[in-house]
């Protein structure tokens, strides 16, 4: 398999906002696609070691859709997030404090069936939808 991919996005906004923004279902499907023709009609997350975290994929015109699901295993409060996807790919995501703002870095092992480019671009453009929205949403203090 090849080399995990990386990407990453600077969050104008502290890492508490930025984690609630990643890990609570309705945020997530503001942000959670990679192109204005899709979106993100649900999302569970059972944000615990063991629990599972589901987004609904979706094309907006609704021809085609998938859930795309994985079971978190290691989990740092407003730090980290890992989990096996359904696939048995691993993610890793980690939120650092930036100056005023957040770093969030994702690393995953890519999937066989497309272009390793083609999945980092993909990635990276969901990223920068989350970025984008965590963004314009007003800072709050989360326990989340």
Not at 80 to 106: A, I, Y
Not at 131 to 139: I, L, V
Request: charged share 25%; net charge negative; proline share 6%.
């Amino acid at each position: 398999m090849p080399d995990k991919i990386t990407i990453e996005a600077l969050v104008d906004q502290p890492r508490d906002h930025v984690w609630h923004c990643y890990v609570t279902p309705a945020h997530i499907t503001e942000w959670n696609f990679a192109d204005p023709g899709w979106c993100c009609p649900s999302a569970s997350v059972d944000l615990r070691v063991g629990g599972r975290y589901v987004a609904r994929m979706e094309a907006r015109d609704q021809s085609f859709g998938f859930d795309f699901g994985g079971t978190y295993h290691q989990i740092e409060q407003h730090g980290l997030l890992e989990f096996h996807l359904d696939d048995g790919r691993v993610v890793e995501v980690v939120f650092d404090d930036h100056g005023t703002g957040t770093k969030v870095t994702t690393r995953f092992d890519p999937e066989t069936q497309n272009p390793v480019e083609m999945q980092r671009a993909g990635w990276q453009a969901i990223l920068n939808n989350f970025k984008t929205y965590a963004e314009g949403q007003r800072p709050r203090h989360s326990l989340a």
